[in-house]
């Protein structure tokens, strides 16, 4: 039965793929023209095609008022999804809707409005669980692995892809790219709705109007575009899926295997290992995702090469240390360069505590000091030296819990002052580099704990241009696993290290190779990737890892100061409203009679020195050198329920400061008018 192409891509279940399309009706171009910008744009009646891949090519978005927004896959914002309140009925309607996978975007959570009986326990109404992975038997009929949220012990289970029920989608609060949501959140034959969650920058003209002036849900329609093989050649056809055709389903009365089946670096890479290694035919030359050598790149436009195997090799993952459009490098473990040390910077306490390691001890400067209110918890000035010595810390407090200081040593002149530093307040040191040896790329990983600021100090010479040598600074941030095909040409003259999934061709696997294991020397290049691919690198590469332990907060209530002696207040000198705890904002400079200053009483405002010049220099000084401002030298006077952490100042030099304060006044108003004539 003849079926329009939208039609047929709106049903096409992807896990069925390949099929065998015959168009029943075709749709021509005016002219002679075949394709046009890699797209197919005629197609005749009669002919034949293999369906091998479906995607999503854009989004169009449809709001409330029924505006259109094309929405293209790239596009940087954010979205959120909004539940979907249609349920499903069955487990087998979920796994044919949605894409599940080991992987963590795969695996959907729902609730179950009906109580599930299993065989040691239940899933209680109202209870949620997560669908972790999917396996089709036909003769058991196939089920699914899930797992119960909320309850302790967390409890895995399985159910039958004939399980009745009624599941509703659970609330979702991640963030999701329009890319991910084309790849794991749109559910064939329904509607996905989405809120943006935030907005490109104003800078990234390209996008940042898209969405101007739009709010609330956005309903996503996707776009898809078929990958087809098409009977009079071997390049890959693209076919937008709203092509104006009829087609038909032939795939039972054809061989698939009579077309050519181009396939993937990622497919290739998924092929059974007893195949290798292949003579592979190079149907469509590479698309590079990354800065590779030329070297690799003419090794990859070659009519035919070999692939040896497929492996999984670890990558060292690094930044060039830059403030702006800082550049992004996967460095394989044989790069035969050498670095030296570059020093670290740490923002706070805590960050010293997490570079602690077991084979040095850690050298520091003070950049920016820090006013230490913790009894027993030492202050900070820049220029300070710190020895943080190996090992972790081991010091606790009375009930047994990790003290939320950092154990260190103060380095004064030539004596040495154990102190403790509060790791929840801001301060700043640099590291002091005394190591002037050279290190491979391997030791420093082995030796020192990541992240660690190197430079290449002897640059790869097997290299022709050593990329890494020009960086003024590296900072090595992770290991990472990655997947590969070792790839060389039919004489074997050349074998590179071909990563999978940033280098994106297809390829055709002709016959099997017979010829031995690759005699050249196998390169491994050091890899220049982009910004996104660099970001999705740090975001999956340690999934399953748990994340580091968050830095200490700062306590609501700091360890009492001792009180300082203080005068008896004088009845004819009220103490200053200003210094109230009920008022916010900066004091109110009252430009009234002087003598009416001095006779206020302790509820009218107090004016302040209207120029720095009128303070007294020690309270000055004494202000400067703690970091305040000067409007901060009348400090508040906090009482039991505040939280804030005040300083008090001496009485008798607030007292010096009102004084002068009258004295300038009275001089002011005595002075006699200005002589205007001439």
């Known amino acids: 039965m003849a079926v329009t192409l939208t039609e047929f891509t709106r049903t096409l279940d992807p896990k069925t793929l390949p099929r065998i399309l015959q168009i029943q009706s075709g749709f021509y171009c005016q002219g002679s023209v075949y394709e046009l910008c890699g797209t197919e744009c005629c ?39 909004v539940v979907d309140p249609q349920p499903y009925l069955s487990i087998q309607e979920i796994v044919d809707s949605l894409k599940i996978s080991s992987h963590r975007l795969g695996q959907h959570t729902f609730i179950s409005a009906d109580q599930i009986q299993l065989p040691r326990d239940s899933v209680k109404e109202g209870e949620s669980f997560r669908i972790t992975a999917v396996s089709t038997d036909q003769q058991s009929g196939g089920h699914v692995d899930c797992e119960l949220l909320h309850r302790e012990p967390k409890l895995s289970f399985r159910l039958e892809l004939s399980q009745q029920g009624h599941f509703t989608e659970c609330e979702d609060d991640q963030f999701y790219t329009l890319r991910e949501l084309a790849e794991w959140k749109i559910p064939k034959g329904r509607k996905r709705t989405v809120t943006a969650a935030n907005a490109p920058p104003p800078k990234d003209v390209l996008f940042s109007t898209l969405l101007e002036n739009i709010s609330g849900e956005l309903t996503l329609t996707p776009v898809y575009e078929l990958q087809a093989v098409m009977k009079i050649r071997k390049s890959i056809a693209l076919i937008p899926s709203n092509m104006d055709v009829e087609v038909m389903d032939v795939t039972e009365q054809f061989d698939v295997n009579t077309f050519i089946q181009p396939l993937s670096l990622q497919d290739v890479f998924h092929k059974p290992s007893d195949i290798f290694p292949m003579v592979t035919d190079v149907i469509e030359g590479p698309l590079v995702e990354m800065h590779v050598p030329v070297e690799m790149l003419n090794l990859l436009h070659s009519d035919q090469v070999i692939i040896h195997k497929a492996y999984e090799a670890r990558r060292i993952l690094a930044t060039e240390i830059r403030q702006e459009s800082a550049r992004h490098f996967l ?68 009930n047994g819990s990790a003290v939320n200081s950092l154990s260190c040593v103060k380095i004064k002149g030539k004596a040495h002052e154990p102190v403790r530093l509060p790791m929840c307040l801001d301060g700043g040191f640099m590291e002091v580099v005394h190591d002037k040896r050279q290190y491979s790329i391997d030791e420093i990983c082995q030796r020192f704990p990541l992240p660690f600021n190197v430079k290449v100090s002897v640059r790869d010479l097997s290299f022709k241009e050593d990329i890494l040598a020009s960086v003024p600074g590296l900072r090595i941030e992770e290991q990472i696993t990655d997947r590969y095909l070792l790839i060389s ?28 294991a690759p005699t050249a020397v196998v390169n491994s290049a050091v890899e220049k990737i982009f910004e996104d691919c660099y970001y999705t690198m740090r975001r999956y590469a340690f999934t399953t890892v748990m994340p580091p332990p ?10 009492a100061r001792p009180a300082k002696p203080q005068p008896s207040p004088r009845p004819d000198k009220p103490l200053s409203a200003s210094c109230s705890i009920k008022s916010p904002h900066p004091p109110v400079i009252s430009r009234g009679n002087s003598t009416d200053r001095r006779n206020s009483t302790a509820g009218i405002e107090r004016t302040m020195p209207l120029s720095p010049a009128t303070l007294p220099k020690p309270v000055l000084q004494k202000a400067v050198t703690r ?18 952490d005040y300083e008090y100042i001496d009485e008798d030099e607030l007292e010096n400061i009102r004084k002068q304060f009258q004295e300038q006044s009275i001089s002011i108003s005595t002075k006699g008018k200005p002589n205007n004539t001439i």
Request: glycine share 6%.
């Open 43 to 81: 197609l005749s009646t009669g002919d034949l095609m293999k369906i091998v891949d479906i995607s999503i090519t854009k989004f169009i978005a449809h709001t409330a008022d029924s505006t259109e927004i094309k929405l293209p896959l790239d596009y940087p914002g954010l979205f959120r999804i």
């Open 489 to 516: 040409t039919l004489d074997q003259s050349s074998c590179w290290e071909v990563p999978v999934n940033r280098i994106h061709m297809s390829v055709h696997l002709e016959k099997s190779w017979t010829g031995g």
């Open 331 to 398: 460095i394989p473990t044989t790069y035969k360069g050498r670095f030296k040390r570059r020093p670290r910077e740490f923002p706070t306490a805590y960050d010293l505590e997490q570079a602690r390691s077991d084979t040095e001890q850690l050298h520091v400067v003070a950049t920016r000091g820090f006013d230490s209110t913790y009894s027993g918890l030492a202050s900070v000035l820049a220029g300070d030296q710190f020895i943080v010595k190996k090992g972790k810390m081991s010091e606790v407090n009375g």
């Open 627 to 644: 970091g305040q401002s000067l409007e901060d030298v009348c400090i508040k006077i906090p009482d039991e329920d505040d939280p804030h």
């Open 550 to 559: 968050r830095p200490p907060k700062k306590p609501k209530q700091p360890p």
